[in-house]
């Protein structure tokens, strides 16, 4: 089993699983200057979307002269970590290589292993040994409408190597993979049925690309606080994860001119970034 492709999968889909008005009423741009409250230079902070066909790609100019303008780069993850894939695959199989396959009914296992080994070559005997948000990412990677994937944080992790920047993360892969871990896997499971039973979870996904090419962070903040999967532990997911980064965003920008990119729907929402910095005293401005 090739478990770099596998990682690749959950590197590009984590923020698909956790990613009118909200109460902040935030204008509509993926791309925000932070200045102010002391600072000697202006920071960025960019939404992204973990993975999106090449037709939906945003980059304009605005955006790459912010990441020019930028000295470091820093994401949810250091994507630049030579040990990051390592310890994905370390932390993507169950506990005892336990396989789930009994844990599905027999209609939905019976899909399931049909979608893994048409689209994978193995099915559950082989892959149910896998975590439930590991086939969920796999699933999600194969259901896009497109065979060439973009990825935001690999594009600036690149860009960021050819222009010198430095590399950094808010989190490290255990952290942000054990997330998944508080999830009850009864919950994981049925989103696993759904994806391989309904073209719901496809449909879902398709609004949020259309939202997400908008650059409503509101709205986008909207469809994952009420995200079936996700509405239940915003909490886990979105607040606390957004409150933790806020002193480190703030240490950082201290220090350096930053270009944060992080996943879109931690941005909007009162417990959003840009609120959670605006309550620090920090000017919060759209670049569209």
């Avoid at 990613?19 to 993926?30: D, E, P």
């Avoid at 080994?117 to 948000?133: E, V």
């Avoid at 594009?155 to 920047?165: G, P």
Wanted: net charge negative; proline share 2%; glycine share 6%.
């Amino acid at each position: 089993m090739r478990f770099k492709k596998l990682g690749l999968a959950l590197a590009f889909s984590m923020a698909v699983v956790c990613t009118a008005n909200s109460q902040t009423g935030t204008a509509q741009s993926l791309l925000w200057e932070v200045s102010g409250n002391g600072l000697n230079q202006n920071s960025y902070l960019f939404g992204t979307i973990h993975m999106i066909c090449p037709s939906d790609f945003l980059m304009d100019d605005r955006i790459k002269r912010a990441f020019e303008d930028a000295d470091e780069l820093i994401m949810e993850l250091d994507m630049d970590d030579p040990e990051m894939m390592q310890k994905m695959q370390e932390r993507a199989l169950n506990p005892g290589m336990k396989n789930i396959k009994s844990a599905f009914s027999e209609a939905d296992a019976a899909a399931l292993n049909e979608f893994l080994t048409a689209n994978y070559g193995a099915g559950l005997d082989q892959l149910g040994i896998l975590k439930p948000f590991m086939l969920i990412s796999m699933i999600t990677v194969k259901q896009l409408p497109c065979e060439q994937i973009e990825s935001y944080e690999l594009f600036f992790t690149n860009l960021a190597k050819t222009q010198n920047k430095n590399i950094e993360g808010l989190e490290s892969v255990e952290y942000q993979m054990g997330l998944f871990d508080e999830i009850p896997e009864e919950i994981l499971l049925k989103e696993i049925s759904k994806m391989v039973t309904s073209d719901d979870a496809i449909e879902e996904f398709e609004q949020m690309v259309r939202t997400y090419t908008a650059e409503d962070i509101d709205q986008l903040y909207l469809l994952i606080a009420e995200n079936e999967l996700i509405g239940n532990f915003k909490e886990l997911m979105l607040d606390n994860r957004n409150k933790n980064w806020i002193p480190l965003m703030e240490k950082n920008m201290k220090e350096n001119q930053v270009f944060f990119a992080v996943g879109s729907g931690h941005l909007g929402g009162e417990n959003g970034v840009i609120n959670l910095l605006r309550n620090q005293g920090y000017q919060v401005k759209a670049i569209r």
